[in-house]
């Protein structure tokens, strides 16, 4: 038996800024001296510090630049990554199971596992609400994870794309973006979306004219944007913002 299955067993689930954070430092004050042994568990290989993902869902941010792979933190601070997305958990045995991990061709590339724990961290965080809202959840894109980020840039991409290449004249809203939130993430993608959509059209999509073709509205269900803000900002905000219009 190795010396690790006797040390005490710290499982941390879900790699967001928390529990990478918590990872980090439990490896550098038990891992590294052997007091216990540290395990970082997530569903994805690398870390984006999620306040930046409107930055990459505008095209604004290159992700391959600011991400961090979980397996060369887990090497420099001392504590061990396991890919996975966790599917099962025993209590009485103190027991979670992850799930295989499956490439884009389908192929298993790790089977199921199951790791013994003598302490468990939830880290899983948190996702958007849709509050039950029919077809929230069918037709709409979520700003929780870098491949949801990825996913609105190309589809924003393709939509510009498509309106630079028909035939036949724009739509009315075929180049409308509704975001459905005014809190910080919401402000700052509307922020970034009407100089990204510009940026577009300057580099040689200029059948587009931002102006009159794009729109993007800002919503939000109390009475000002940045809500969890001071009024006096909020107001300041809203001010810059309508000066994009």
């Known amino acids: ?25 439990l490896g550098d004050s038990l891992g590294k001296k052997q007091k216990a042994l540290i395990t970082l568990i997530d569903c994805t290989r690398t870390h984006v510090w999620k306040p930046l993902l409107h930055e990459i ?41 992850i799930t295989p991990y499956i490439d884009e061709d389908g192929r298993e590339v790790i089977p199921r596992r199951t790791f013994k724990y003598d302490t468990l961290v939830m ?35 393709n939509a510009l794309l498509r309106a630079q290449t028909q035939a036949e004249p724009l739509k009315p ?19 970034e979306l009407h100089n990204t959509t510009r940026e577009l059209a300057a580099y040689g999509l200029d059948k587009i004219d931002p102006d009159r073709d794009v729109k993007i509205s800002l919503i939000e269900a109390g009475d000002r944007i940045l809500p969890a803000l001071p009024p006096k900002m909020s107001l300041a905000v809203d001010v810059e913002l309508r000066k994009l219009r």
Not at 57 to 62: E, K, Q, V
Request: no cysteine; net charge negative.
């Open 1 to 25: 038996m190795s010396e690790e299955n006797h040390l005490h067993h710290i499982i941390i689930v879900g790699g967001g800024a928390g529990g990478l954070e918590l990872a980090t430092k």
């Open 57 to 97: 869902a505008a095209g604004s941010m290159d992700p391959d630049r600011h991400e961090l792979e979980y397996i060369a933190q887990a090497h420099w601070h001392h504590f061990r990554f396991r890919l996975g997305r966790m599917d099962g958990l025993d209590r009485a045995k103190r027991e979670v199971t």
């Open 123 to 157: 880290a899983v965080g948190s996702t958007t609400n849709d509050f039950g809202i029919k077809g929230a959840r069918e037709y709409s894109i979520a700003l929780d994870t870098q491949e949801q980020a990825q996913k609105f840039h190309r589809y924003l991409h």
């Open 173 to 191: 809203g075929q180049l409308e973006v509704a975001i459905v939130g005014a809190g910080a993430t919401g402000v700052e993608l509307a922020a």
